[in-house]
């Protein structure tokens, strides 16, 4: 891990969690200061993973992705808003 940057871990869970705030359904479950924290630590992380942002506003994307989370690990995005909502409130 390195000071200066989110680790990779945090990225993955940043990404997921900004393309999940874009779902009409599920999307209510990320804090918008979530996916807002989201953006901005895909904007400081590796240059290609910075060119994923602007994709995850296109719906076609978002589908893939979805399509990709069924097949490999169904519901895990939502698991990390769930989560992340869970920390916040037990720290509130």
Do not use: C, W
Not at 12 to 40: E, M
Request: hydrophobic residues 50%.
């Amino acid at each position: 891990m390195n000071a200066d940057r989110p680790s990779a871990t945090a990225l993955i869970v940043a990404a997921g969690l900004t393309a999940l705030a874009h779902d009409r359904q599920l999307g209510r479950f990320v804090a918008p200061a979530a996916a807002a924290f989201g953006a901005r630590a895909i904007e400081a992380g590796p240059g290609t993973l910075r060119q994923l942002l602007p994709q995850i506003e296109r719906r076609a994307f978002r589908l893939a992705l979805s399509t990709v989370e069924r097949a490999i690990l169904p519901g895990i995005l939502l698991h990390y808003a769930l989560r992340k909502r869970a920390i916040e409130d037990s720290v509130r």
